[in-house]
């Protein structure tokens, strides 16, 4: 189940518009990685890596404070805010950064966005002993300076990008010219369940091993499945990465969390799934948020990591079949949620997570106490430190001004 077809669709949405230079790369690809699936030591190490370097399994937590507060549903986290580097993105950056070893490949580049995947990215380059290029817009640079620090110090060359709206759609735009350029030296390791055939399905393989455990995690401490799992929707790699192994289990229902921004009325969010229409961006037909003439449209989230205007195929087919749902956050009520974590249970989640959580307050009380909500906490919030306190005044810790 959720294979795309031979030519990388999923129901209508995937494929490969790419120009044809990068084809050849993309079957070759493709057809390492269906080898790199079926062998067991490319498995073993993979596991290896996982669990002693990024420090899987990751803990699903009963957050009781939480729960009492909100009046409903039992609450847990998928703890991906504990890997190595801080977010979900290190699974695919290791599977994917073991493959391009296996084709011999010397360079690694990425696009980023919140900086995460870039860090995750240099991460692997480091551990592997390859050379990095990140390419991260010029915008996201200045919002999320730590992460720019710390893929300088691990060798990464940063290049930031200056056009459009200096941000992650441009950021992409760079990273495929220089794919185009270099292709025989170098893999392009995109960071979520978007581009051309094959990404999609790669990245969401690699980020399975989320779903996967928890599904195990709750059948151990709740016995039975969770009645829901909530996660964020930027590209989609967190999300399909702990919906993919419940695709089966039709009765649990698998909700994704797209980011309306200053409200959905403003124009200014990135809601691309509610708001969006079909076209082709950065190689697949998938939902995109576009004007009339089929421009993108400019974006805005708070959270880097959701301020993208396309989506994943996968996820557009899922809306489309009704297996998913899919609903909006504004960047007030993540931030509202952003804080109620920190200050109930002691993590402070990234702000991406924030809107999955956010959503999780809006259902609960809905559901009642024997009802269990699964969010995914795709990551940790120590990089938006800077973004957050300009917005609040967290000095004593209740938004008052200070004494
Ligand atoms: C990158 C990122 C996201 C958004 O990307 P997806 O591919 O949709 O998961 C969400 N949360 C965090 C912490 C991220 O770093």
């Not at 209508?12 to 230079?21: A, D, K, N, Q, S």
């Not at 360079?107 to 919140?114: F, K, P, S, V, Y």
């Not at 909530?230 to 969390?257: M, Q, W, Y």
Request: hydrophobic share 35%; net charge positive.
């Amino acid at each position: 189940m959720g294979q795309p077809n031979k030519l990388g669709y999923f129901g209508l949405y995937g494929g490969r518009f790419v120009p044809e230079t990068l084809i050849v790369a993309l079957l070759d690809l493709e057809k390492e990685y269906k080898l790199a699936r079926r062998d067991k030591s490319f498995r073993r190490e993979l596991k290896r890596l996982l669990q002693t370097y990024a420090g899987r399994p990751t803990a699903l937590y009963h957050a009781k404070r939480l729960t009492e507060k909100w009046k409903g549903a039992q609450i847990y986290l998928k703890r991906e805010d504990l890997t190595h580097t801080g977010a979900h993105k290190i699974n695919n950056c290791l599977g994917q950064g073991l493959l391009a070893v296996r084709m011999g490949r010397k360079r690694l580049i990425a696009e980023t966005g919140a900086g995460q995947h870039g860090v995750a990215v240099a991460t692997v380059a480091s551990l592997f002993g390859l050379a990095c290029t990140v390419y991260m817009g010029k915008t996201d640079m200045a919002r999320q300076a730590p992460n720019v620090n710390r893929m300088k110090l691990l060798k990464a060359e940063v290049i930031g990008v200056g056009s459009g709206s200096k941000t992650l759609k441009d950021a992409t735009n760079e990273a495929i010219r220089d794919w185009v350029t270099n292709v025989s030296s170098t893999h392009y390791i995109i960071g979520s369940t978007v581009g051309p055939h094959p990404y999609p399905l790669i990245v969401r393989d690699f980020q399975s091993i989320i779903g996967r455990e928890t599904k195990a995690q709750a059948k151990r401490m709740l016995k039975k499945l969770p009645e829901v799992i909530i996660a964020c929707v930027g590209g989609g790699s967190n999300s399909l990465g702990i919906f993919h192994d419940f695709i089966k289990e039709t009765k649990v229902r698998l909700i994704g969390v797209e980011t309306s921004g200053f409200g959905l009325h403003t124009g200014q969010h990135a809601a691309t799934l509610s708001r969006g229409k079909p076209g082709v961006l950065h190689g697949s037909f998938s939902f995109l948020l576009q004007d009339k003439e089929g421009q993108i449209r400019p974006t805005h989230s708070i959270a880097a990591g959701l301020d993208y205007p396309g989506v994943g195929p996968e996820h557009s087919h899922l809306k489309s079949t009704g297996r998913a749902e899919y609903v909006t956050v504004t960047d007030k009520q993540a931030l509202a949620a952003f804080v109620e974590l920190s200050q109930m249970e002691g993590i402070i989640p990234a702000l991406e997570s924030s809107f999955a959580l956010a959503y999780a307050k809006r259902l609960a009380p809905q559901l009642g106490r024997k009802r269990t909500i699964i969010v995914n906490l795709s990551g940790r919030g120590d990089k938006d430190m800077a973004t957050v306190q300009q917005l609040l005044d967290v000095g004593n810790g209740s938004g008052d001004k200070k004494r």
